[in-house]
């Protein structure tokens, strides 16, 4: 299992599922509906993160905010080669040598954000092969970093990196998930992307 979701389009989101929704964030297999944003050179999620989109190694794939209303956004990118994958829908899809998810949260106060951050990183934990766990500094915050293994065999991913982190009222979430076509260097990957991140503070 990957730790990243589906919203998919035209989806009828009620208030009543978001608990639901963000367990399957981190339960759901590897696989989503794209929406093509026309490739803007900065991706924007609330009011307070965006991503310098301007590397030609990714590919954006998705960028939601069907949860708004909520205070959740969702973007995904690809990098690598892609292939041909059937997923658990039956759908065929793109999917990328490694793939990056991000989920960011706004909330009323830092409380709930560290409430939601925990859970994501609990989820994390349950669900993955955990091999390393660490801190590392990220938009001037300490957040934890794991590295693992995929244990689930039906997954088309092998190995991630995940950042979970509280940023004031507001948690984020990013995975680097690959697959063993991935000629690049995960950590590396991370590093890279996490640099075009940035967090406005109110």
């Not at 989101?13 to 093509?36: D, E, N, T, Y």
């Not at 609330?46 to 794939?61: A, C, W, Y």
């Not at 658990?88 to 989920?103: K, N, P, R």
């Not at 507001?170 to 076509?181: F, P, S």
Request: some cysteine.
């Amino acid at each position: 299992m990957t730790m990243l979701y589906m919203i998919k389009e035209g989806s009828n989101l009620k208030a009543k599922h978001i608990p639901i929704i963000l367990l399957v964030i981190l339960l759901v297999s590897g696989c989503f509906i794209s929406r093509q944003n026309n490739n803007p050179s900065v991706v924007k999620l609330g009011s307070h993160f965006s991503v310098d989109n301007t590397s030609e190694s990714r590919v954006l794939l998705s960028n939601v905010d069907a949860l708004a209303a909520s205070g959740l956004y969702y973007a995904a990118w690809g990098t690598g080669g892609k292939t041909p994958y059937e997923n658990s829908d039956g759908e065929t899809i793109d999917l990328y040598d490694a793939q990056i998810y991000l989920l960011f949260g706004e909330y009323n106060d830092s409380g709930t954000a560290a409430e939601n951050m925990q859970s994501w990183l609990d989820a994390g934990r349950t669900n993955y092969e955990v091999i390393r766990e660490d801190e590392i500094q990220f938009c001037g915050q300490v957040c934890m970093r794991l590295t693992y293994r995929f244990p689930d065999t039906d997954s088309p991913y092998t190995n991630g990196i995940s950042i979970f982190g509280v940023l004031d009222n507001n948690a984020v979430c990013i995975e680097l998930t690959c697959r063993d076509t991935f000629a690049g260097d995960p950590q590396a990957a991370m590093d890279e992307f996490l640099d075009c991140c940035t967090y406005a503070a109110d």
